[in-house]
């Protein structure tokens, strides 16, 4: 009785030791939604449980290792054990219970992330290879390469990948969201600690993955509204004074400078750079002046017309809204890059 009393007490300072330990490396980033809530308490509850299990795993074998090691000059066999029914049951039953009590936690846990509510705030984002896209149907349909979210209110973003799957991720707010093409997926969200945090693509989707990242930027409702309306503002007139070329450098902004360089480095797809007018060597061997129409027909289909060197992409610009408007506007920005 002795060894199960001395072995009890260490299982317990060693449970709440590891959990201390754990506890202070901080394994979590700042809870920064109401969403995090319930999954942070889930997590909490199931570091507390595997510290006390990883204690009652190491703290009686490393025990059992001192106390009953052989004794020097002692050559007796050990004691002969074939079984112990009731541990074999106790040890099946026990975890059994814990598995079905965790089962409907994380159920009730999954339920509070995901409560609705009507009156949640809409907001379009669109990934591709490789960065976000934010559109704020309510506030005249802007458009953001920056996420701003108002505290306290729930948001449901409306996900849509345009070319392969990505993954919606801002660790602080712990829950993530796959985007699939030729499918809209929602993510429902209650930012409550205003600050600023960077949306992460989490499914490795091409070469440029690792930088698929956006600004989050929360702050309270009137700051949220203020911006809102400037930016909604700043776009109508944006539109009405651009001239082609400032148009087409804006999407340039939004949907090719991830691909494509204009300063003459090499990127995922040809530089910009003095493109327009010089000869271009395609992968099936042929050549091809970059005119007008071979630029049109590259951007509306870019898997037709391969550059040497460099592999198809799947973009697809109609998604995006870049028809042939948006098209004779790159080509302009083209033409002005020499």
């Excluded at 106390?67 to 059994?96: C, M, Q, S, Y």
């Excluded at 271009?280 to 017309?305: M, N």
Aim: hydrophobic content about 45%.
């Amino acid at each position: 009785m002795r060894h199960y009393v001395i072995v009890g007490i260490l299982v317990i300072v060693a449970a709440v030791g590891t959990y201390a330990g754990l506890h202070a490396v901080g394994l979590m980033p700042v809870e920064a939604s109401a969403q995090a809530a319930p999954i942070d308490w889930l997590w909490n509850l199931e570091v507390i449980t595997i510290s006390f299990l990883f204690a009652l795993i190491i703290v009686p074998m490393v025990y059992s290792l001192v106390v009953f090691r052989r004794k020097k000059g002692d050559n007796t066999d050990a004691e002969h054990i074939e079984g112990n029914t009731t541990l074999e049951i106790a040890w099946t039953i026990i975890p059994l219970i814990v598995v079905v009590i965790f089962a409907y936690l994380g159920a009730y846990s999954l339920g509070e992330t995901r409560r609705v509510d009507p009156n949640a705030m809409v907001i379009k984002v669109t990934g591709f290879q490789w960065g976000w896209q934010f559109e704020y149907p309510a506030y005249g349909g802007f458009k953001s390469d920056k996420l701003y979210l108002p505290a306290d209110k729930q948001v449901v973003l409306q996900l849509q990948a345009l070319d392969v799957i990505h993954s919606f991720w801002v660790p602080e707010f712990r829950v993530k969201q796959d985007l699939v093409p030729g499918r809209i997926t929602e993510y429902r969200i209650t930012p409550s600690l205003i600050g600023e945090y960077k949306v992460r693509c989490a499914e490795i989707c091409g070469t440029s993955h690792a930088y698929m990242e956006a600004p989050v930027v929360v702050v309270d409702q009137a700051a949220f509204d203020t911006w809102a309306k400037d930016q909604q503002v700043a776009a109508a007139q944006a539109e009405a004074n651009a001239t082609p070329e400032q148009k087409g450098e804006k999407l340039y902004q939004t949907y090719c400078k991830a691909c494509h360089s204009i300063n003459g480095t090499a990127g995922n797809g040809p530089t910009w750079l003095g493109l327009f007018g010089h000869e271009v060597e395609l992968a099936d061997g042929t050549s091809v002046t970059a005119d007008e129409a071979y630029l049109t027909q590259s951007i509306k289909e870019p898997q037709s017309q391969v550059v040497q060197g460099y592999s198809p992409m799947a973009f697809n610009p109609a998604a995006v809204g870049i028809g042939d408007a948006e098209i004779g506007y790159l080509i302009a920005y083209i033409k002005t890059l020499k």
